[in-house]
Structure formats: structure tokens, C-alpha cells
């Protein structure tokens, strides 16, 4: 068939629906369910949820502590290196939060109007980038929480247990301390990693195919300028 | 404001009818494109300042949608069917050959890319190069390239098919 036929064959094609204006008013009035829209819902709320923790650890570093800071003091001494851990992770939130936050705007601002198809497939792929990554760093950020949590469990269960028993912690034999840690980061390392590679599994399997589907068809649209 | 707009749908549906049966095989899933675009369509309304034409803007998102729209490969029975059902030959009086001829595009036209997909249809519209490379983003001389390729690849699928 010639080229030009085909133009007069698709001009033969038309479609059979016409729909009215109500017609058209109820398809709006019925929620859609696009996946861009839902991930930069979630974005929100990603944001939504990294604000609030780090109000609530703010409030919990300058409010709470010094509050009950001679009640904990009696119960458990926590040690030093344990809160620099948590310096560390409070702090590499709220820089993350405030990396995401200027990223995200510079995607939205790209293009404000109807963009053309490159510009396009680059916000949606820049959004879904920062949606990956906010995930991941959540993802990070909850296996340390619960490292940490464990460790700092472990760590005063074991003295307390130690001093109750009415020994010194260096009177302890160092095969039955050595065993104690190596079952403890068993356990650790199966939980935490196992909680980690389901939700990195999921993840991928939700977004993987439409992220490299999206980057192909930037790719096949780049492959002509260049 | 809505009043204008279900009055540019109403009268401009084909564009979005067209993009429906060139990115999708079967009615529900143009149903749901349909939707989608016009939902998309109604969401960047309030920032399509006339800049543009109404049917360039309209192709923009159209195709926009169509192509970043994730599919989620729902499993039918007759995945590899190619139905028609909400398509007519406007002429009353088709033949077969007509009807071969529809079978044949369409055929081939699922066999290309997204972004071939979207050349093609604004090829077979009669776009200029110039609105074609407004909707795509590509420079006018890439998009010479690129219609030249799909036109051949479109030919050889089609004679293919014969």
C-alpha cells in the first residue's frame, strides 16, 4: 500500500461514539487513576510524614529528654556513641528532607504550562527519581531506626541482666559475650535486611518496568538529536 | 469555564477518539485513555492560555497521557486480537477492501513504538513539521529524519501483512 493511501484509509476511520457534554461532565466527575497523580500525591505525603518527624524529634531532643532526663537517668545510662548515632540519623533527615523539598520544586517549576513530550517524560521521570529515592531513604532510615533500637535493647538488657546477676561486665566470659553479640546481629541482619529486600522487592516491582519504559522512550527521542 | 471547555471536548473529541485507537487494541482500554485524557485535559485547562492551538494543545496532552500512561497489561483472552468494534468506515459505502486496508494500518501501527506511534498519527492528521516538532519536543530537521524512518518501517510492516 502507498503511503498516501494510507491516509485516505485512516481518514476513513472515524469513531462511532460521539459523547455530549454530559457525558463528558460525568467522566470527569469519576476519579482517575493515574499514576503520575498518585505518586506526587505520595511525594506529599512523604513530605507530610518527614516534617512531622522531624518535629517529633526536635521535640523530643528539647522537650521530652531534659523533661524526664533524671527518671531515664536512673533507669538506664545510654551510651555515647549510641546518642551520636542518633545525631547523625535526626540530622540526615532533616538535610534529606530539605534536599527533596528544593529538588521537587525545580521539577514542578520545569515546565508550568502543557508541556511537549520531552519535557514531559523528563518531569515525570524526574518526579518518579525523587519518589524513588524519598522511599529509599525512608526505607534506610526505618532499618536504622530499628538497628538501633535493637542494638540500644540489647545493649542495656544485657548490662542490666549482667548487673543483676551481681557481676562486673569485665568478669564476664568473653566467649559467652562474643556468642551473645553474634546471635543478636543474626537476628539483626535477618529482620532488618529481610524488611529491607521485601520492600526494595516490591518497590521494583511496582515502578521498575515503567521507569525503564519511560527512560526508553526519553532514550528513542534523545537517539534523534544526538 | 467548564461550559468552555465541555464545548472544546464536545466538538474536538475526535482528536482524542484518534489517539485512543492508535495507542490502544481493545475498547476498554480506550474507554480508560479516553477518560484519562480528558481528566488531563481538565487539569491543565486553567494553564492553556490560547498560546497555542486548541488542537496542538490537545495532541500535547493526548499524547502526553498515551504514552506515560502505565499499562497494566491485564490478560485477556485475545491479547493478540486486534477489534475494531468502536471504529466505522465513515464512507457508507465500504468495501472489503477498505476494511482490509484499516485491518492492514492497524496492524501495523501496533507494532511501533510510542514515539513512532505519535509521528505517525500526526503524519496521517496532515501536521506540519513544525506542530509535530511543537508537540514531540524534537527540532523540525529530527523530525524529517524520524518521518521518513517510520514511514518506511510502516511500509515494510504493511507489506508484510499483505
Partial sequence: ?226 | MEQDFLYIIRENQGIIHKVCNIYCDHEEDRNDLFQEIVAQLWKSYPSFRNESKVTTWMYRVGLNTAITTFKKNKRRPDQNKMPYENLQIADENYESEAEEQIRLLQQAVAQLTGIEKSIILLFLENKKYEEIAEITGITQNYVRVKMNRVKKKLKKLMDKGE
Fill in chain 1, 1 to 226: 500500500m502507498e503511503l498516501q493511501d494510507l491516509k485516505k484509509t485512516w481518514s476513513r476511520m472515524s469513531s462511532a461514539r460521539e459523547l455530549d457534554e454530559d457525558q463528558i461532565r460525568a467522566l470527569l466527575s469519576r476519579r482517575t487513576g493515574n499514576l503520575i497523580d498518585r505518586i506526587n500525591r505520595n511525594v506529599r505525603i512523604g513530605f507530610g510524614v518527614l516534617f512531622i518527624l522531624i518535629v517529633m524529634f526536635i521535640m523530643e531532643d528539647f522537650i521530652f529528654v531534659p523533661m524526664f532526663a533524671g527518671e531515664a537517668e536512673a533507669v538506664s545510662q545510654v551510651p555515647g556513641w549510641l546518642v551520636l548515632l542518633s545525631i547523625f540519623s535526626n540530622t540526615l533527615i532533616i538535610i534529606t528532607f530539605i534536599y527533596f523539598a528544593v529538588k521537587y520544586y525545580f521539577v514542578k517549576r520545569s515546565c508550568d504550562t502543557v508541556c511537549n513530550l520531552r519535557e514531559t517524560l523528563s518531569k515525570i521521570l524526574g518526579t518518579l527519581y525523587i519518589y524513588k529515592r524519598l522511599f529509599y531513604f525512608a526505607l534506610i532510615s526505618l532499618s536504622l531506626a530499628m538497628a538501633l533500637q535493637f542494638i540500644s535493647g540489647m545493649y542495656t538488657g544485657m548490662t542490666n541482666d549482667i548487673e543483676n546477676q551481681g557481676i562486673l561486665f569485665s568478669e564476664v566470659p568473653v566467649d559467652k559475650l562474643l556468642l551473645a553479640t553474634g546471635l543478636g546481629l543474626v537476628v539483626l541482619v535477618l529482620t532488618v535486611g529481610g524488611i529491607f529486600l521485601l520492600m526494595r522487592w516490591g518497590f521494583r516491582r511496582l515502578y521498575g518496568n515503567y521507569i525503564s519504559e519511560l527512560k526508553n522512550t526519553l532514550r528513542e527521542l534523545d537517539e534523534l538529536d544526538n
